[in-house]
T-cell receptor
Framework: DVKVTQSSRYLVKRTGEKVFLECVQD?????MFWYRQDPGLGLRLIYF???????EKGDIPEGYSVSREKKERFSLILESASTNQTSMYLC??????????????FGQGTRLTVV | SQQGEEDPQALSIQEGENATMNCSYK?????LQWYRQNSGRGLVHLIL?????REKHSGRLRVTLDTSKKSSSLLITASRAADTASYFC????????????FGSGTRLLVRP
């Protein structure tokens, strides 16, 4: 069974902390995504990676960075957490660029609260 | 910016009725996908329709795509209380990025 695992379901962090959100997939997918979800705004793409060490900015990359050192792991980093980064964060993966017409698989989400 | 916009934002129907949700998008696409999200959980893929397809069925789901109007619709027939969820459309743009961009979603409530 395919699986995307996010390291935490709930996190509470303090303003100014450096925060790491981890995502691991076991499907050998090339593409991995980080989204944030806020009420009324749907899912907004933060960063996208199409291969190891490759990344592209999404629509809202400010205040975030990512790391993809291994194919199965995609980390989202909040360099200095702020209260406006309180949100639900969703990780997803899908097959690579040679297979555009494929579905994405999602993790269960991490609800981050910055206080 | 959001690629897809769903309409309506919220929909409440009686069990057994059909539910129709619409999605509009802005740029040329490779394919359009529909996802479902139960409250506070991750998204689950429902159906994918390619840009050269006009209609697709999967069980009680029917999806249409009109590329000239840049719009899609999702029809759930004979709805059940268990269909209560948020539904999102997502598009893969016709460029080299293969990014998957979501709309803002439709919240569906099916009353028993």
């Amino acid at each position: 069974d395919v699986k995307v695992t996010q390291s935490s379901r709930y996190l509470v962090k303090r303003t100014g902390e450096k925060v790491f959100l981890e995502c691991v997939q076991d499907m050998d997918h090339e593409n991995m995504f980080w989204y944030r979800q806020d009420p009324g705004l749907g899912l907004r793409l933060i960063y996208f990676s199409y291969d190891v060490k490759m990344k592209e900015k999404g629509d809202i990359p400010e205040g975030y960075s990512v790391s993809r050192e291994k194919k199965e792991r995609f980390s989202l980093i909040l360099e200095s957490a702020s209260t406006n980064q309180t949100s639900m964060y969703l990780c997803a993966s899908s097959l690579g660029t040679g297979a555009m017409n494929t579905e994405a698989f999602f993790g269960q989400g991490t609800r981050l609260t910055v206080v | 910016s959001q690629q897809g916009e769903e309409d309506p934002q919220a929909l409440s129907i009686q069990e057994g009725e059909n539910a129709t949700m619409n999605c509009s998008y802005k740029t040329s696409i490779n394919n359009l996908q529909w996802y479902r999200q139960n409250s506070g959980r991750g998204l689950v893929h429902l159906i994918l329709i390619r840009s050269n397809e006009r209609e697709k069925h999967s069980g009680r789901l029917r999806v249409t795509l009109d590329t000239s109007k840049k719009s899609s619709s999702l029809l759930i027939t004979a709805s059940r209380a268990a269909d209560t969820a948020s539904y999102f459309c997502a598009t893969v743009r016709m460029d080299s990025s293969y990014k998957l961009i979501f709309g803002s979603g439709t919240r569906l409530l099916v009353r028993p």
